[in-house]
């Protein structure tokens, strides 16, 4: 997978404060481009799955992004809450993808994420760690 130089293209511009973190990630994901989006992940990153497998690397974290960029629909976000100290911030972001899918039916996907970002030395914070449904009780048994 290629890496953008965000510095080429400020549109899509990393955050330098944990605060920033869910405005750059908005960005990202609603350019729905998982080139861009890629942008926002360590090289190292890991992704838990849907069915709760964790994947690592940008290129099964492509295979994951198709999925949800298949809808064909922005993603809205609403920070719960956001820690950090020193290079790791903590996130727990409450977020929802609603409307007409490109295959004309209804999409209603909603999920509270448990994600951790880490900043790099160039400054810039990253996602090191996504679990879109961090807080969702997975089965057991």
């Known amino acids: 997978m ?9 549109t899509y511009k990393l955050s330098t404060t944990p605060e920033g973190i ?18 926002f992940y360590e090289d ?12 690592r690397g940008k290129i099964a974290i ?10 064909g629909l922005p993603i809205e976000i609403v920070a719960r809450n956001i820690y950090s100290t020193d290079n790791l911030a903590s996130l727990v972001l409450h977020w929802r993808i609603t409307g007409t899918g490109n295959n004309g039916e209804k999409v209603n996907i909603t ?31």
């Open 62 to 71: 492509a295979h994951e992004l198709q999925q949800s960029f298949g809808f």
């Open 22 to 39: 869910v405005d750059s990630l908005l960005v990202h994901f609603n350019s729905r481009d998982i080139e861009t989006m890629l942008g």
């Open 111 to 141: 999920g509270t994420s448990s994600d951790y970002a880490k900043k790099g030395r160039d400054g810039y914070w990253r996602c090191w760690f996504g679990n879109p449904f961090g807080v969702q009780v997975r089965s057991l048994f």
């Open 44 to 55: 190292d990153a890991v992704v838990i799955s849907t069915s709760g497998e964790p994947k």
């Open 2 to 10: 290629e890496d953008h130089n965000l510095a080429d293209n400020p």
